[in-house]
């Protein structure tokens, strides 16, 4: 892999570091913007390498930036020269609804860059975010839509929690109403998230319970369904971040992405949440999926 480390800014101003990657000749129309997951970054998940080696392959540039909410705790800068500053970010306090400015920063990138086409590509929450982010704001350069393991965050709480969920939001929710909106929640949790965190995370399901496999067809997936474009959604068979058969969910997906024109699904036999040990897997069927779309774009004389 020939990369560059880069500097984006997000829509209201923070930088964001990443990883940009280009087929040499700089002629490549299209690129993959990838979004981690819940406490990830840009550069731990092995996949990452391989599914970028894969696509510059198909002549497809690759872009993987750490958004806002990277790592458990963190600092980015916002700014520039002596007036820079830093901003608190991870995991820990990651508003879901500023996702729209982190993957907005990464596609004008790529449209800087001369890529007039994108696969905007998620993993783990990382889904949920750019299908947030495609359901409030679209992309005119939207290509395609890759999921790699999406999870029901919200049966995933409920299970830890219990009854108990919705007090707990409202717990949090007295606290952001007291402007304690910073205040970590009592210890016990996997993350140690903040008040205003967890309000944005499970205060209002119509905003981040994407994938709720939880529910079947009778959950509510208004966002995924106004996505109008072609689907990939992968999973392990060894998946830790859904608590339904990984085929259900894939078979949700399928049903519910009613304005997608197809949707297709991998399961990769053996693997779990971050594909250990079966990454090239993962890169082959992503590749397959961003050429299958190539093709069909000449078919039809776009």
């Given at each position: 892999?020939?990369?560059?480390?880069?500097?984006?800014?997000?829509?209201?101003?923070?930088?964001?570091?990443?990883?940009?990657?280009?087929?040499?000749?700089?002629?490549?129309?299209?690129?993959?913007?990838?979004?981690?997951g819940l406490a990830g970054n840009f550069y731990e998940n092995r996949f990452i390498a391989s599914v970028c080696d894969a696509v510059l392959a198909k002549g497809v540039a690759f872009l993987v930036t750490n958004n806002r909410g990277h790592d458990y705790r963190s600092d980015n800068l916002?700014?520039?020269?002596?007036?820079?500053?830093?901003?608190?970010g991870g995991s820990t306090q990651d508003i879901?609804?500023?996702?729209?400015?982190?993957?907005?920063?990464?596609?004008?990138?790529?449209?800087?860059?001369?890529?007039?086409?994108?696969?905007?590509?998620?993993?783990?929450?990382?889904?949920?975010?750019?299908?947030?982010?495609?359901s409030e704001v679209g992309?005119?350069?939207?290509?395609?839509?890759?999921?790699?393991?999406?999870?029901?965050?919200?049966?995933?709480?409920e299970d830890r929690e219990g009854a108990s969920l919705e007090e707990v939001v409202a717990q949090a929710r007295a606290l952001v109403s007291d402007g304690k909106g910073d205040a970590l929640l009592e210890a016990g949790r996997d993350v140690?998230?903040?008040?205003?965190?967890?309000?944005?995370?499970?205060?209002?399901?119509?905003?981040?319970?994407?994938?709720?496999?939880?529910?079947?067809?009778?959950?509510?997936?208004?966002?995924?369904?106004?996505?109008?474009?072609?689907?990939?959604?992968?999973?392990?068979d060894v998946e830790e971040a859904v608590n339904v058969p990984v085929e259900e969910a894939a078979a949700l997906i399928k049903k519910m992405a009613t304005a997608a024109p197809h949707v297709e699904s991998v399961i990769v036999r053996g693997a779990n949440h971050a594909y250990w040990g079966h990454e090239d897997e993962l890169a082959t069927a992503v590749a397959a999926f961003v050429k299958s779309q190539e093709r069909s774009s000449e078919r039809s004389g776009a």
């Amino acid at each position: 892999m020939n990369a560059e480390l880069v500097r984006i800014e997000a829509g209201d101003g923070l930088e964001l570091v990443g990883l940009y990657a280009a087929p040499p000749g700089g002629t490549a129309r299209r690129a993959i913007l990838h979004t981690h997951g819940l406490a990830g970054n840009f550069y731990e998940n092995r996949f990452i390498a391989s599914v970028c080696d894969a696509v510059l392959a198909k002549g497809v540039a690759f872009l993987v930036t750490n958004n806002r909410g990277h790592d458990y705790r963190s600092d980015n800068l916002k700014g520039s020269g002596v007036d820079t500053t830093y901003a608190p970010g991870g995991s820990t306090q990651d508003i879901i609804e500023d996702c729209v400015h982190d993957v907005s920063g990464g596609a004008a990138f790529l449209a800087e860059r001369g890529h007039d086409e994108i696969y905007f590509e998620g993993h783990s929450l990382g889904c949920s975010k750019i299908v947030y982010y495609l359901s409030e704001v679209g992309h005119p350069a939207c290509a395609g839509l890759i999921l790699i393991s999406p999870p029901d965050i919200f049966g995933l709480q409920e299970d830890r929690e219990g009854a108990s969920l919705e007090e707990v939001v409202a717990q949090a929710r007295a606290l952001v109403s007291d402007g304690k909106g910073d205040a970590l929640l009592e210890a016990g949790r996997d993350v140690p998230f903040t008040a205003a965190t967890f309000v944005s995370m499970f205060g209002d399901p119509s905003a981040t319970d994407i994938f709720p496999f939880r529910l079947g067809s009778e959950g509510d997936y208004r966002r995924l369904a106004s996505i109008p474009c072609p689907i990939l959604v992968t999973y392990g068979d060894v998946e830790e971040a859904v608590n339904v058969p990984v085929e259900e969910a894939a078979a949700l997906i399928k049903k519910m992405a009613t304005a997608a024109p197809h949707v297709e699904s991998v399961i990769v036999r053996g693997a779990n949440h971050a594909y250990w040990g079966h990454e090239d897997e993962l890169a082959t069927a992503v590749a397959a999926f961003v050429k299958s779309q190539e093709r069909s774009s000449e078919r039809s004389g776009a």
